[in-house]
């Protein structure tokens, strides 16, 4: 199974820009799809972005258009940024790995304890 460690989370403000960080070990980098995955207070864990071992993404009606996820397999790590932060967006934000493509949690078998991200009004 592949270790991830997020990291970046943090208090910010309603319209500040944020970067999240996965650092990946034990398991070929380049070959899976990763993924970001945010769980907001009192809700389930719900699809943010994916990126693919090509580089083709996904991203959630939600944050389409106001984030980017990118990926440098050299350096086994995968990074979210977030423009326009707002108070829907605070949550726990977990990075995950997957064989394959997909949008759904239960498509990835590799997940990270999680970094927090809080959006003030």
């Known amino acids: 199974q592949v270790h991830l460690v997020e990291s970046g989370g943090g208090l910010v403000q309603a319209g500040d820009s944020l970067r999240l960080s996965c650092a990946a070990s034990?398991?070929?980098?380049?070959?899976?799809?990763m993924g970001w995955f945010r769980q907001p207070p009192g809700k389930e864990r719900d699809f943010v972005a994916t990126?693919?071992?090509?580089?083709?993404?996904t991203y959630a009606d939600s944050v389409k258009g106001r984030s980017t996820i990118s990926r440098d397999n050299a350096m086994n790590t995968v990074w979210l940024l977030m423009d326009n932060l707002k108070p829907e967006d605070t949550a726990v934000y977990y990075c995950?790995?997957?064989?394959?493509?997909?949008?759904?949690?239960?498509?990835?078998?590799?997940w990270g304890q999680g970094t927090q991200v809080t959006v003030s009004s």
């Open positions: 034990g398991r070929s980098f380049h070959s899976l799809t």
């Open positions: 990126i693919n071992w090509t580089g083709t993404k």
């Open positions: 995950a790995a997957a064989p394959k493509d997909g949008t759904s949690p239960f498509d990835f078998d590799s």
